[in-house]
């Protein structure tokens, strides 16, 4: 059914030539007992659950067992590559949820977020995280400084490098990335607390750079059509010529 869409259940047990499709009658499912066990599916015990606003309350306690064992199981079979990604996935979704974001300009506008931590070139996910809207007692929960720290959990201290977009980077995180034995490369946004400011004020032209170095910290504006940032911990201060795609000498 995630495979192939229909306007409703019961369409898949429809025998109008136009419409039918015998996977789900062949698999020895009558329509009535698949929708009696649906109305029934539960993943976990309604009684345990807190409610919406008290301790211990977890917006995806309905599905945690599951968001669990898929957590445990990605992380038992997947060794992470040296080279690893943190981004967002979006899953189209618009039921009657709190937590949902909407996104002006898209197809599908209501969305839920995800956030992912995969390696760099196979994109299989080892750890990830439900965006659930505002946490009720921690305000720096949804910080980028916090989603990468909770992500980065399991590959701290094995040397691992992180690339990030420019929401999850700033000075802060790539030091205490760094402080976990973890590297980190990423967009920066030029406003964030403790970057160069001063020195980053000064205007380039198309293809000039300038950099400035803390300790392990590099941080670089390069001018393309526009001011580009980033920082990182893993690069030294050099510029490398990109290889010829020209055949011959």
């Known amino acids: ?63 945690r067992p599951v968001i669990d064992t898929l957590i445990t199981k990605f992380q038992d079979i997947y060794t992470p590559e040296e080279q690893l990604i943190i981004n967002e996935a979006i899953c189209q979704f618009r039921g009657h949820i709190f937590f949902h974001v909407y996104i002006k300009g898209k197809p599908h506008k209501y969305r839920i977020k995800v956030f992912e931590l995969c390696g760099a070139k196979s994109v299989y996910v080892y750890n990830l995280e439900v965006y659930t809207g505002a946490h009720p007692t921690n305000s720096e929960h949804n910080m980028a400084f916090s989603v990468v720290d909770r992500l980065c959990d399991k590959i701290k201290g094995k040397g691992h490098c992180v690339y990030v977009d420019r929401w999850f980077s700033s000075p802060r995180i790539f030091d205490h990335l760094w402080g976990c034995k973890t590297k980190a490369v990423g967009t920066v946004m030029s406003n964030r607390k403790e970057m160069p400011k001063q020195a980053f004020s000064e205007k380039l032209k198309k293809g000039e750079r300038i950099s400035r170095q803390r300790d392990h910290l590099l941080a670089i504006k390069w001018k393309d059509i526009r001011d580009v940032f980033f920082l990182t911990t893993a690069h030294e201060d050099a510029l490398v010529a990109a290889p010829s795609s020209r055949g011959g000498t």
């Open 1 to 63: 059914m995630s495979v192939l869409h229909k306007a409703s259940l019961r369409d898949y047990w429809s025998s109008p030539p136009i419409i039918h499709t015998p996977y789900a009658a062949c698999v020895g499912m009558s329509q009535d007992r698949f929708l009696t066990i649906l109305t029934m599916f539960h993943l976990n015990n309604n009684d345990a659950k807190a409610a919406r606003g008290q301790p211990g309350y977890d917006p995806l306690f309905k599905i």
